[in-house]
């Protein structure tokens, strides 16, 4: 069987046409299969209109979290919930189309891959947004610890060793593309053009972006780390030089005029220091979050079709 995990928030305009659009893809070429949707904690009425439409397409299961966990735990529970063989990724605003999963599904069964990731050739939408994600993907390119990442997001399919193996690593930060592309197995690629929005606007502001690239680079590579050791080595190189000569002025007899310069070497260190503080800071804020040992999410209920009351 496939499963086909889609988290949802506050997307009650974009259902409808998520759910046709899904099932009539998924038609052309499987006859067994689940479509999970996990509604994130939704204020609006996306939760109703899952579960109408799950009274016509019983393959319809609806994960409703207790709140609004975030995206990436609302992927977690999801796979978690999939009984699938194979189990799909998409986002719910349909700039993933679902038509891909048609050739997802063909290179897993035919050529024998463990993941097909979506790989995008390009971007439609809004032209600021594109370009910061170009910059995380091509920062994230030369600083990870992990390669043949760029481009690549959420949108996928998996066998079920491979969705295991993910499950087993239970961190509470989680960045499940670079988690997906830890793991091994023989992966793959699909490459497509990622649409515009056709309703609404992103759920995934800025900051929050923002965010989960901050979570990518601090899982996945020692650039942080190793960032604040060169700013501390040149500042030391830059003003051991500058004491030397210092010394030698002294001793040639003539006074440094002004505070310009003693100045700015404070405010220089100053500022090494506090990039180093806010870096170290991130690594125990995320050490602190695995120790709480806290759960991803909570589920308020599980809609599985057959008893719903």
Same mark, same amino acid.
């Given at each position: ?22 099932v009539?893809?998924?038609?052309t ?61 998409m ?38 947004r ?31 060793? $491979?969705? #295991? &193996? !993910? ?8 960045? /499940? ?5 830890? *793991? =091994? ?27 989960? $690239?901050? #979570? &990518? !680079?601090?899982?996945?590579?020692r650039?942080p780390?190793? /960032? ?5 080595? *040149? =500042?030391?190189?830059?003003f ?53 040992n ?16």
């Open positions: 069987m496939l499963s086909i995990v889609i988290p949802i928030y506050n997307e009650v305009g974009l259902i409808d046409n998520l759910v046709k659009r899904t009539s893809a998924l038609e070429f499987v006859t067994e299969y689940e479509l999970i949707f996990v509604d994130d904690g939704s204020e609006d009425k996306s939760l109703q209109s899952l579960i109408n439409w799950q009274k016509e397409y019983p393959c319809i299961k609806i994960l409703s979290l207790s709140k609004n966990f975030g995206h990436q735990a609302a992927f977690t529970a999801g796979l978690e919930y999939a009984s699938g063989e194979i189990v799909g990724m986002d719910g605003d349909l700039q993933d189309p679902p038509e891909l999963f048609k050739e997802m599904y063909r290179k897993i069964q035919e050529e024998n891959f463990d993941i097909i990731s979506g790989k995008r050739s390009g971007r439609k939408g809004k032209s600021s594109n370009f910061y994600t170009f910059l995380f993907h091509l920062l994230f390119k030369n600083v990870a610890v992990i390669q043949n990442m760029e481009n690549t997001g959420n949108f996928s399919m998996m066998k079920r060793e $491979a969705v #295991d &193996a !993910i499950l087993k690593m239970k961190e509470k930060v989680r960045y /499940l593309p670079g988690l997906r592309a830890f *793991i =091994g197995f023989k992966q793959g690629y699909v490459e497509y053009i990622r649409e515009e929005r056709i309703e609404g606007d992103p759920k995934m502001s800025l900051s929050k972006l923002f965010i989960l $690239a901050a #979570d &990518a !680079i601090f899982s996945f590579s650039f780390i190793r /960032l604040t050791l060169s700013l501390g080595l *040149i =500042g030391t190189i830059v051991m030089c500058a004491g030397i000569y210092v010394l030698v002025a002294k001793m040639a007899g003539f006074a440094i005029i002004g505070w310009s310069s003693t100045l700015l070497s404070i405010y220089f260190l100053g500022s090494i220091q506090l990039v180093s503080l806010g870096v170290v800071g991130e690594y125990v804020y995320r050490i602190y979050k695995e120790s709480q806290r759960p991803l999410y909570f589920v308020k209920k599980f809609y599985d079709g057959k008893n719903n009351e």
